[in-house]
């Protein structure tokens, strides 16, 4: 209705938008949008009706005897008594903002992680940095830890204060030589998608990056993380000028000692 966003009927299930009016959608269709599915069922909804019904004990007990007999490394999925199950996921962090974290915190320790003693509580000074980009996170859940819980869990791990909001977890895929990353609803189970996907990471892999569905709620950002994101914004601008300024100059420079080169040629 906003944006008046089309895509490939084909294409629905990979995309994800945050209607915020579905009411009008109708009303302010487009002629050529005329093949796409009504704008007020949206993605999140569509995949949600077609989700197959729960598994039982028994289906789940036979999936996760067949992921354990591929897995490599050690990193089984454990069955319990009341149909749950707990495994490992590996999650990809891919930031290109920088986070804020409590300065001069030291790192958490295993007491403090079985205390459940949080650092971050206990100063109120903070500084941002850069994560390092695709860093690997290893955690271990269970089959009832939600999205929404995996990224606070990644979060705490790592001492980063900023909102939850600002994050999402994508799941990658590769399908005919292409990658391709959809964004999962707070509610969903990784543990269950891992299990379906079976353990080989190059068919399914989990990556938090930052949300840029919807509106950019620039109220969950501090004056400092701000005034940082001007100076990132600042740097590439001049770092995009100089490219720009060096290729033309590469070029001028070419094309000056083809000229001198010409002038003494006949014709």
Known sequence: ????????????????????????CQSQLSPESTLLPPCSQNVTQTVEEEKPKPPTIQEI???????????RNCLLMKLN???????????????????????????????DALKEVNLANMTDKRTSFYLPLDAIKQLHISSTT?????????????????????FALFKEMRKDGQVLFQ?????????YLRLLAGPDTDVLSFVLKENE??????????????QNF??????????????????????????????QEARGKPG
């Open 61 to 71: 007990k036979q999936r996760i005897e067949k992921y354990n007999a591929k897995v």
């Open 230 to 259: 001007l100076m990132i914004l600042d740097k590439e601008e001049k770092d995009k000028i100089q490219q720009v300024q060096r290729k033309y100059e590469k070029f001028k420079q070419r094309l000056q000692q083809t000229l």
């Open 183 to 191: 964004k999962l609803p707070l509610t969903e189970f990784p543990l």
């Open 1 to 24: 209705a906003d944006c008046r966003y089309t895509c490939h009927q084909e294409c629905r299930n990979l995309i994800q938008l945050d209607c915020r009016r579905p009411s009008q």
């Open 146 to 166: 939600t999205v929404s819980e995996v990224i606070q869990g990644l979060l705490r791990k790592f001492m980063v204060v900023d909102n939850p909001q600002k």
């Open 213 to 226: 569905t919807g509106e950019v709620e620039w109220d969950a950002f501090s004056i400092p993380e701000l």
């Open 81 to 111: 008594d009341d149909g749950t199950y707990t495994g490992f996921i590996k999650v990809h962090l891919k930031l290109r903002r920088p986070v804020t974290v409590p300065a001069g915190i030291r790192p958490q320790s295993i007491y």
